[in-house]
Protein backbone atom coordinates (compact mmCIF):
# COMPACT_ATOMS: atom_id res chain seq x y z
CA UNK A 1 0.00 0.00 0.00
CA UNK A 2 2.88 2.83 1.25
CA UNK A 3 4.66 1.39 -2.04
CA UNK A 4 1.66 2.49 -4.35
CA UNK A 5 1.51 5.71 -2.58
CA UNK A 6 5.12 6.49 -3.07
CA UNK A 7 5.20 5.82 -6.72
CA UNK A 8 2.35 8.33 -7.67
CA UNK A 9 3.60 10.97 -5.64
CA UNK A 10 7.63 10.66 -6.78
CA UNK A 11 5.93 11.43 -9.79
CA UNK A 12 4.87 15.35 -8.34
CA UNK A 13 7.36 17.91 -7.72
CA UNK A 14 4.74 20.30 -5.63
CA UNK A 15 1.25 20.40 -4.19
CA UNK A 16 -1.02 22.50 -6.77
CA UNK A 17 -4.92 22.17 -6.09
CA UNK A 18 -5.63 25.50 -7.81
CA UNK A 19 -7.47 23.99 -10.82
CA UNK A 20 -9.39 21.31 -9.34
CA UNK A 21 -12.82 22.23 -7.26
CA UNK A 22 -14.05 25.78 -7.21
CA UNK A 23 -14.96 27.48 -3.93
CA UNK A 24 -18.91 27.46 -4.46
CA UNK A 25 -19.44 23.67 -4.76
CA UNK A 26 -16.95 22.89 -1.73
CA UNK A 27 -19.12 25.10 0.28
CA UNK A 28 -22.54 23.54 -0.88
CA UNK A 29 -21.48 20.05 -0.47
CA UNK A 30 -20.05 21.00 2.93
CA UNK A 31 -23.84 22.48 3.88
CA UNK A 32 -25.34 19.59 2.49
CA UNK A 33 -23.11 17.11 4.62
CA UNK A 34 -24.60 18.76 7.67
CA UNK A 35 -27.78 20.00 7.30
CA UNK A 36 -28.13 15.76 6.05
CA UNK A 37 -27.16 14.87 9.82
CA UNK A 38 -29.81 13.07 12.21
CA UNK A 39 -29.88 14.72 15.24
CA UNK A 40 -31.42 11.74 16.72
CA UNK A 41 -28.06 9.86 16.24
CA UNK A 42 -24.41 10.61 17.46
CA UNK A 43 -21.86 10.83 14.88
CA UNK A 44 -18.52 9.94 15.80
CA UNK A 45 -16.81 12.80 15.08
CA UNK A 46 -19.01 14.10 18.01
CA UNK A 47 -17.48 11.91 20.37
CA UNK A 48 -14.34 13.70 20.15
CA UNK A 49 -14.68 17.02 20.99
CA UNK A 50 -17.29 19.43 23.40
CA UNK A 51 -20.62 17.02 23.66
CA UNK A 52 -22.36 20.66 23.83
CA UNK A 53 -21.75 21.49 20.52
CA UNK A 54 -24.79 19.26 19.41
CA UNK A 55 -27.34 21.44 21.42
CA UNK A 56 -25.74 24.47 19.74
CA UNK A 57 -26.09 23.14 16.36
CA UNK A 58 -29.54 21.99 16.22
CA UNK A 59 -30.73 25.58 18.76
CA UNK A 60 -28.37 27.88 16.00
CA UNK A 61 -28.66 26.12 13.00
CA UNK A 62 -28.00 28.91 10.76
CA UNK A 63 -24.20 29.29 12.39
CA UNK A 64 -21.80 27.57 10.40
CA UNK A 65 -17.81 27.41 10.48
CA UNK A 66 -16.60 27.19 6.76
CA UNK A 67 -13.20 28.09 6.56
CA UNK A 68 -10.23 27.61 4.22
CA UNK A 69 -9.02 24.22 5.48
CA UNK A 70 -12.18 22.98 5.03
CA UNK A 71 -12.43 23.98 1.30
CA UNK A 72 -8.77 23.26 0.81
CA UNK A 73 -9.70 20.20 2.34
CA UNK A 74 -12.57 18.84 -0.19
CA UNK A 75 -9.33 19.93 -2.69
CA UNK A 76 -7.13 17.61 -1.56
CA UNK A 77 -9.82 14.19 -1.61
CA UNK A 78 -8.94 14.41 -5.16
CA UNK A 79 -5.63 13.04 -5.03
CA UNK A 80 -6.56 10.16 -3.41
CA UNK A 81 -8.59 8.19 -6.05
CA UNK A 82 -5.67 9.33 -8.79
CA UNK A 83 -3.24 6.71 -6.28
CA UNK A 84 -5.50 4.15 -5.98
CA UNK A 85 -6.89 4.21 -9.44
CA UNK A 86 -6.84 0.65 -9.84
CA UNK A 87 -8.61 -0.51 -6.66
CA UNK A 88 -11.53 -0.61 -5.03
CA UNK A 89 -12.76 2.95 -3.46
CA UNK A 90 -15.84 4.06 -1.37
CA UNK A 91 -15.85 7.75 -0.56
CA UNK A 92 -17.78 9.30 1.98
CA UNK A 93 -20.08 6.40 2.38
CA UNK A 94 -21.98 6.97 5.79
CA UNK A 95 -21.69 3.60 7.88
CA UNK A 96 -24.67 3.34 10.52
CA UNK A 97 -23.57 0.87 13.82
CA UNK A 98 -25.77 0.05 16.78
CA UNK A 99 -24.04 -0.38 20.19
CA UNK A 100 -26.09 -1.23 22.77
CA UNK A 101 -28.48 1.61 22.89
CA UNK A 102 -27.05 4.07 20.65
CA UNK A 103 -26.57 4.33 16.95
CA UNK A 104 -23.42 5.97 15.64
CA UNK A 105 -22.71 7.16 12.28
CA UNK A 106 -19.59 8.04 10.48
CA UNK A 107 -18.30 8.59 6.86
CA UNK A 108 -14.63 7.71 6.84
CA UNK A 109 -12.98 9.66 3.62
CA UNK A 110 -12.45 6.35 1.74
CA UNK A 111 -12.14 2.96 2.22
CA UNK A 112 -10.07 1.48 0.25
CA UNK A 113 -10.16 -2.50 -1.13
CA UNK A 114 -12.81 -2.72 2.20
CA UNK A 115 -9.39 -2.98 3.85
CA UNK A 116 -7.86 -0.03 4.18
CA UNK A 117 -9.04 3.35 5.84
CA UNK A 118 -7.60 6.77 4.74
CA UNK A 119 -8.40 9.74 6.41
CA UNK A 120 -7.70 13.42 4.75
CA UNK A 121 -6.67 16.86 7.50
CA UNK A 122 -5.89 19.41 6.35
CA UNK A 123 -4.11 21.98 8.99
CA UNK A 124 -2.81 25.58 8.87
CA UNK A 125 0.34 24.46 9.99
CA UNK A 126 2.30 21.65 11.47
CA UNK A 127 5.17 21.50 13.26
CA UNK A 128 8.33 18.64 13.27
CA UNK A 129 10.86 17.25 15.69
CA UNK A 130 13.52 17.76 13.60
CA UNK A 131 14.19 19.80 10.27
CA UNK A 132 13.21 18.23 7.23
CA UNK A 133 13.70 18.92 3.54
CA UNK A 134 11.16 17.73 1.53
CA UNK A 135 7.20 18.85 1.07
CA UNK A 136 6.77 14.90 1.06
CA UNK A 137 6.96 13.62 4.72
CA UNK A 138 6.31 9.34 4.97
CA UNK A 139 6.45 9.46 9.01
CA UNK A 140 7.87 6.23 9.92
CA UNK A 141 9.77 8.56 12.70
CA UNK A 142 7.44 9.99 14.25
CA UNK A 143 8.62 13.51 13.51
CA UNK A 144 5.35 14.93 12.58
CA UNK A 145 3.32 16.45 15.93
CA UNK A 146 -0.02 15.42 15.25
CA UNK A 147 -2.99 16.27 17.22
CA UNK A 148 -3.78 13.05 18.81
CA UNK A 149 -7.80 13.05 18.16
CA UNK A 150 -6.79 12.75 14.54
CA UNK A 151 -5.41 9.53 15.70
CA UNK A 152 -8.23 8.56 17.65
CA UNK A 153 -10.66 9.53 15.23
CA UNK A 154 -8.80 7.08 12.66
CA UNK A 155 -8.90 4.14 14.91
CA UNK A 156 -11.96 4.05 16.01
CA UNK A 157 -13.13 3.89 12.47
CA UNK A 158 -10.92 0.88 11.93
CA UNK A 159 -12.76 -0.34 14.96
CA UNK A 160 -16.21 0.32 14.08
CA UNK A 161 -15.06 -1.64 10.78
CA UNK A 162 -12.93 -4.48 12.25
CA UNK A 163 -10.29 -3.42 9.98
CA UNK A 164 -6.67 -3.06 11.14
CA UNK A 165 -4.68 -0.53 9.07
CA UNK A 166 -5.20 3.38 8.30
CA UNK A 167 -3.29 6.23 7.08
CA UNK A 168 -3.50 9.72 7.66
CA UNK A 169 -3.19 12.17 4.75
CA UNK A 170 -2.24 15.49 6.42
CA UNK A 171 -2.22 18.58 3.88
CA UNK A 172 -0.16 21.70 5.78
CA UNK A 173 2.14 24.31 5.70
CA UNK A 174 5.52 24.24 7.48
CA UNK A 175 9.07 25.51 7.17
CA UNK A 176 11.64 24.14 4.41
CA UNK A 177 14.81 25.84 4.83
CA UNK A 178 13.44 28.61 6.15
CA UNK A 179 10.55 29.38 3.93
CA UNK A 180 7.28 28.57 4.47
CA UNK A 181 5.73 25.82 2.02
CA UNK A 182 2.84 23.01 1.87
CA UNK A 183 3.62 20.04 2.72
CA UNK A 184 1.95 16.63 2.71
CA UNK A 185 2.34 14.31 5.89
CA UNK A 186 1.52 10.51 5.34
CA UNK A 187 1.11 8.20 9.07
CA UNK A 188 0.60 4.55 9.36
CA UNK A 189 -1.70 4.18 11.74
CA UNK A 190 -2.55 0.47 13.46
CA UNK A 191 -5.85 0.05 15.45
CA UNK A 192 -5.16 0.17 19.17
CA UNK A 193 -8.50 0.18 20.74
CA UNK A 194 -11.57 -1.92 21.29
CA UNK A 195 -15.50 -1.67 21.16
CA UNK A 196 -15.44 -1.10 24.78
CA UNK A 197 -13.50 2.50 24.41
CA UNK A 198 -16.24 3.19 21.49
CA UNK A 199 -18.66 2.75 24.66
CA UNK A 200 -16.64 4.56 27.20
CA UNK A 201 -17.15 7.48 24.93
CA UNK A 202 -20.09 7.28 24.23
CA UNK A 203 -20.68 6.98 27.90
CA UNK A 204 -18.96 10.42 28.62
CA UNK A 205 -20.34 12.17 25.77
CA UNK A 206 -24.03 11.36 27.39
CA UNK A 207 -22.97 12.50 30.98
CA UNK A 208 -20.17 14.85 30.80
CA UNK A 209 -20.81 18.32 28.63
CA UNK A 210 -17.24 19.88 29.44
CA UNK A 211 -15.53 20.76 26.45
CA UNK A 212 -12.47 18.39 25.92
CA UNK A 213 -9.82 20.35 25.08
CA UNK A 214 -9.54 23.82 26.51
CA UNK A 215 -8.56 25.58 22.87
CA UNK A 216 -12.00 24.75 21.57
CA UNK A 217 -13.92 27.25 23.39
CA UNK A 218 -11.61 29.85 21.86
CA UNK A 219 -12.27 28.99 18.39
CA UNK A 220 -15.77 28.03 18.49
CA UNK A 221 -18.24 29.24 16.68
CA UNK A 222 -20.36 29.12 18.88
CA UNK A 223 -18.57 30.51 21.57
CA UNK A 224 -20.76 33.69 21.97
CA UNK A 225 -23.97 32.28 22.29
CA UNK A 226 -23.38 29.68 24.53
CA UNK A 227 -24.63 28.98 27.79
CA UNK A 228 -22.80 25.90 28.92
CA UNK A 229 -21.68 26.21 32.74
CA UNK A 230 -18.61 24.43 31.96
CA UNK A 231 -17.18 26.97 29.09
CA UNK A 232 -13.62 27.94 29.28
CA UNK A 233 -12.53 31.71 29.02
CA UNK A 234 -11.23 32.15 25.36
CA UNK A 235 -8.89 34.61 26.55
CA UNK A 236 -7.01 32.60 28.92
CA UNK A 237 -5.19 28.92 28.93
CA UNK A 238 -5.13 27.08 32.54
CA UNK A 239 -1.37 25.71 32.81
CA UNK A 240 -2.53 23.79 35.93
CA UNK A 241 -4.74 21.58 33.82
CA UNK A 242 -3.55 17.88 33.85
CA UNK A 243 -2.97 17.90 30.32
CA UNK A 244 -0.88 20.54 30.41
CA UNK A 245 1.43 19.66 27.77
CA UNK A 246 -1.16 19.04 25.23
CA UNK A 247 -2.87 22.09 26.10
CA UNK A 248 0.17 24.28 25.24
CA UNK A 249 1.00 22.41 22.13
CA UNK A 250 -2.07 23.33 20.85
CA UNK A 251 -2.43 26.81 21.60
CA UNK A 252 1.08 26.85 20.09
CA UNK A 253 0.27 25.72 16.99
CA UNK A 254 -2.54 27.40 16.46
CA UNK A 255 -1.20 30.75 17.77
CA UNK A 256 1.62 30.28 15.21
CA UNK A 257 -0.48 29.26 12.34
CA UNK A 258 -2.35 32.46 13.05
CA UNK A 259 0.48 34.52 13.44
CA UNK A 260 1.51 33.69 9.85
CA UNK A 261 -1.39 33.94 8.31
CA UNK A 262 -1.92 37.33 9.70
CA UNK A 263 1.61 38.41 8.24
CA UNK A 264 1.10 36.91 5.08
CA UNK A 265 -2.56 38.82 4.80
CA UNK A 266 -0.26 41.66 6.08
CA UNK A 267 1.74 41.94 2.95
CA UNK A 268 -0.80 41.47 0.65
CA UNK A 269 -2.59 44.90 2.32
CA UNK A 270 0.32 46.37 2.51
CA UNK A 271 0.98 45.57 -1.39
CA UNK A 272 -2.45 46.91 -2.67
CA UNK A 273 -2.61 50.10 -0.39
CA UNK A 274 1.12 51.07 -2.19
CA UNK A 275 -0.45 50.23 -5.42
CA UNK A 276 -3.59 52.25 -4.26
CA UNK A 277 -1.71 55.34 -3.56
CA UNK A 278 0.68 54.83 -6.43
CA UNK A 279 3.59 56.00 -4.43
CA UNK A 280 1.94 58.96 -2.77
CA UNK A 281 1.93 59.60 1.07
CA UNK A 282 -1.76 59.74 2.11
CA UNK A 283 -4.24 61.21 4.88
CA UNK A 284 -6.96 61.42 6.23
CA UNK A 285 -8.99 61.63 9.67
CA UNK A 286 -8.01 58.80 10.93
CA UNK A 287 -4.41 57.49 9.29
CA UNK A 288 -1.60 59.32 7.84
CA UNK A 289 0.40 56.98 5.31
CA UNK A 290 3.88 57.31 4.20
CA UNK A 291 5.06 55.27 1.14
CA UNK A 292 8.82 54.43 1.26
CA UNK A 293 10.59 52.60 -1.63
CA UNK A 294 9.65 48.74 -0.25
CA UNK A 295 7.12 49.42 2.44
CA UNK A 296 4.48 51.47 3.83
CA UNK A 297 3.71 53.39 7.30
CA UNK A 298 0.39 53.63 8.50
CA UNK A 299 0.32 55.95 11.31
CA UNK A 300 -3.03 56.19 13.35
CA UNK A 301 -3.80 59.56 14.66
CA UNK A 302 -4.65 60.96 18.14
CA UNK A 303 -8.77 61.41 18.54
Known amino acids: MMSLIKRFLKTKRTLNFHSMLNKENIIKAYRDLMLNRNDNIIHLTELL ?5 KTLKQKYPDIQNINLDILEGYRFEELIPKIFANCKISHNKT ?52 PKQYITQLMLYLTLLKLDL ?37 KAFKEDIKPRYEWECKYCQFYNVCDNEHK ?18 DEYMLAKSNLNEYKNKVKVLEAKIKQTLNDENYENDKYKVIVEKRKIKVEKKML
Open 49 to 53: YCPYK
Open 95 to 146: YKIKIDNEIIAFTPDFVINDSVVIECKNTSYIYFTKAIDDWLIVDNENIAIV
Open 166 to 202: GYLFILSNTRINNKLSKVLVIKEVKNQLTIDDVRNLI
Open 232 to 249: FNASSINIDSENNLDILL
